[in-house]
């Protein structure tokens, strides 16, 4: 059994995905012609509270089509529905996928990720996947290698990576004007009033066995009776969830990993518990990660779930220039919140350098990936950088796990 007490080796987890060999070749078939006036045919799989909101995202998008939606959960389907009359509503995401969708957006509770993954690519359909791209290790083997074999149009759900503080950011590094970063600061900050945790989330009425398919929510983990309160607040247990890495460091890591064109850390560190609301969840709310990466640099984040103040942010720290990105960060006179992202040169090594802000505006995340379902284009957010930021979360879980430094190799084993 594996770290997280659910044996997933690749073996298994090809054949509890329903995933052969041969159907991987399907994706290989061409995609659907687009012209001009075509309308992008979209499907979604899982629309909970974070589906909805990229339900929303999809039907802003100018000549693009929600056709149909599947969910495991009858409420959820009448609230799909209620958003976008007319569409199509499944049960079973394997009758969706049978229908005629040129793109599927995966927004399913991270332990099903994959599964949902595998089966859209093998289907032939292109695929927006939320983040995090994968529950473990083991599973982002798998979908790396199944979209590297396909023709697939995959993009990640981590918006950051549509940010024109990232394009700016790299042009700065491309330009020298950092120097040499040894350093990366990051934070994420939140508060809830006491004796409310964040994610916790009410059980409603109808929230049993008669209305939810449990079997498919598990996913092949050990059958249990029905359980309501886990099935609405699955980011509480590490079972279905990697809990804040996977939530929330994972996109400022994978925006990290942007800037500075980083490869995977060679190890992670992880301290921190649950400190804030003692409600019987498993992940922890109090966190700070060290991840150490090749050529000499290391990358921190810090988060809370008991002090919202500082929002959260990066610092890039070179030798030449520093770039701080910051949003959510409360002035407490006005109570506004500010994003912003500056440069600043090191004037003991770099006197040539102006202070500089950031005005290269945000792209549309969901719009990029209808874009590119009719360029063939590579998405902001690729599976590379989907891949890389899902192995660097799981490695420092992981860490925080076993209580130990944890490297890429020994993360490989654990199968976590």
Known sequence: MGINGFDNTRREFIKKSGVVAGAVLLATTPARVLGANDRVRIGMIGVGGRGQDLLKQVLAVPNAQLVAIADIYSRRRDEAQKLAP????????????????????????????????????????????????????????????????????????????????????????????????????SWMSRNTPHGEGQWVRPVPPDCDAAHTNWTAFLNGRPDRPFDGYKYMNWRLFWEFSGGNITENMVHQIAWIMSALNLPLPTSAYMSGGVFSEKDGREVPDTIAV??????????????????????????????????????????????????????WPERVNNKKDSVLTSGTPDQNHMANWIDCIRSRKTPNASVDIGYRSAVAGHMANLAYRTKQRVTFEKAREMKG
Request: net charge negative; aromatic share 6%.
């Open 86 to 185: 007319g569409i199509r509503t499944f049960d079973d995401h394997r009758k969706l996928l049978e229908t005629e969708l040129d793109g599927v957006i995966v927004a399913s509770p991270l332990h099903l990720h994959a599964k949902h993954f595998l089966d859209t690519v093998a289907a032939g359909k292109d695929l927006y996947c939320e983040k995090t791209m994968t529950w473990s290790i083991a599973e982002a083997d798998e979908c790396l290698a199944a979209a590297k074999k396909s023709n697939r149009v995959i993009q990640i759900g981590l918006q950051h990576e549509s940010s024109g503080a990232l394009a700016d950011t790299r042009k700065w590094i491309a330009q020298g004007m950092l120097g040499k970063v040894t350093q990366v600061e």
């Open 290 to 343: 060290t991840l150490d990466f090749p050529q000499d640099l290391v990358v921190t984040w810090q988060s809370t779930f008991s002090n919202s103040r500082y929002g959260l942010g990066e610092r890039l720290l070179g030798s030449e220039g520093t770039v701080e990105h910051v949003a959510g960060a409360t002035d407490m006179v006005t109570g506004r919140s500010q994003e912003e992202t500056r440069y």
